[in-house]
């Protein structure tokens, strides 16, 4: 018979100053790759699994574990906040839903006293605003990170470095699925170079052609979407100049490749007191 308790601690030896995670979301894929992650990460533990799919199975199950780990989904995360709380433990909660319920899911976490890991992708910059006056009131820890992946934080960081160099750059991203193009990683890369006061691409007299690629921002970046079944996520930013092409490139193959930024993050977010955004801050 089914477990149906709120939640159960991995193990009885765990530490009691083991950071306690709650995943909201976890049924997805990043979900049940983030399940694994924390189970495995020292300092830390799994206790509880949130989300509207397949309620009541164990998440262990789920995620193809070789043993159930004894916490069954839950689709109530006020049941878990309050179940945890009274444990007096630091918890954390890594929410992997919507940006339409986001703002009530750190709201519920900071009353609860905990902090919270926003990893939602299109999450709009006033739902970050209040969330940032929300913690700030509370004193309460949040990470927004609209990427989870260390590589690309690195290419948009070498990205920063040489735009003092060149004054001509495209992005071209591809994914195997069609989404909301362009996707985050370019808009954030594009943002980036734009708030640097560069001029790029003035000598591009064809501005107004639209498979020249999209214009993001006020200073001419032109980002390029492919989406073929079978490609790999990869994002390239090109830079050039007569003579010379400077290209930086990374992709992503697996869900996996974002569990250490997720490690990171949750150490970290334990010793906020407010909002910050951007896993970068802490590389």
Same mark, same amino acid.
């Given at each position: 018979?089914?477990?149906?308790?709120?939640?159960?601690?991995c193990?009885?030896s !765990?530490?009691?100053n083991? +950071?306690?995670?709650?995943?909201?979301?976890?049924?997805?894929?990043?979900?049940? =790759? *983030?399940?694994? #992650?924390?189970?495995?990460?020292?300092?830390?533990?799994?206790?509880?699994?949130v989300?509207s799919?397949?309620v009541?199975?164990?998440?262990?199950q789920?995620?193809?574990?070789?043993e159930p780990?004894?916490?069954?989904?839950i689709n109530?995360l006020?049941m878990?906040?309050?179940?945890?709380?009274?444990?007096?433990?630091?918890?954390?909660?890594?929410?992997?839903?919507?940006?339409?319920?986001?703002?009530?899911?750190?709201?519920?976490?900071?009353?609860?006293g905990?902090?919270?890991?926003?990893?939602?992708?299109?999450?709009?910059?006033e739902?970050?605003?209040?969330?940032?006056?929300?913690?700030?009131?509370? !004193?309460?820890?949040?990470? +927004?990170?609209?990427?989870l992946?260390?590589?690309?934080?690195?290419?948009?960081? =070498? *990205?920063?470095s #040489?735009?003092?160099?060149?004054?001509?750059?495209?992005?071209?991203?591809s994914?195997?699925?069609?989404?909301?193009?362009?996707?985050q990683d370019?808009?954030?890369?594009?943002?980036?170079?734009?708030?640097?006061?560069q001029?790029?691409?003035?000598?591009?007299?064809?501005?107004d052609?639209?498979?020249?690629?999209?214009?993001?921002g006020?200073?001419?970046?032109?980002v390029?979407?492919?989406?073929?079944?079978?490609l790999?996520?990869?994002?390239?930013?090109y830079?050039?100049r007569?003579?010379?092409?400077?290209?930086?490139k990374?992709?992503?193959?697996?869900?996996?490749?974002?569990?250490?930024?997720?490690?990171l993050?949750i150490?970290? +977010?334990?010793?906020?007191k407010?909002?910050?955004?951007?896993?970068?801050?802490?590389?």
């Amino acid at each position: 018979m089914m477990n149906t308790k709120p939640f159960i601690c991995c193990s009885s030896s !765990s530490s009691q100053n083991n +950071v306690k995670v709650i995943i909201n979301g976890a049924a997805k894929e990043i979900g049940r =790759a *983030a399940v694994i #992650a924390v189970t495995k990460a020292r300092g830390m533990e799994l206790a509880a699994a949130v989300d509207s799919n397949f309620v009541g199975l164990d998440i262990g199950q789920v995620c193809d574990m070789e043993e159930p780990l004894e916490i069954p989904i839950i689709n109530d995360l006020t049941m878990v906040l309050g179940s945890i709380s009274q444990s007096k433990a630091t918890g954390v909660v890594i929410d992997f839903t919507d940006p339409s319920t986001v703002y009530d899911n750190v709201k519920q976490a900071t009353a609860f006293g905990m902090n919270s890991v926003v990893y939602v992708p299109r999450i709009k910059q006033e739902t970050v605003m209040a969330l940032s006056m929300l913690c700030e009131k509370a !004193s309460t820890g949040c990470l +927004v990170a609209p990427t989870l992946s260390i590589g690309s934080i690195l290419l948009q960081q =070498a *990205a920063i470095s #040489a735009s003092f160099h060149y004054t001509n750059v495209e992005i071209v991203e591809s994914r195997a699925n069609p989404l909301d193009f362009p996707t985050q990683d370019a808009v954030q890369i594009a943002n980036n170079l734009s708030n640097l006061g560069q001029l790029y691409n003035k000598d591009d007299i064809s501005s107004d052609i639209p498979a020249r690629g999209q214009v993001l921002g006020e200073d001419g970046v032109r980002v390029h979407s492919l989406v073929l079944p079978g490609l790999p996520s990869s994002t390239s930013v090109y830079f050039s100049r007569p003579g010379e092409v400077y290209t930086l490139k990374h992709d992503i193959t697996d869900v996996q490749c974002l569990m250490p930024g997720l490690i990171l993050a949750i150490r970290k +977010v334990v010793r906020l007191k407010n909002l910050v955004y951007g896993l970068e801050k802490f590389l």
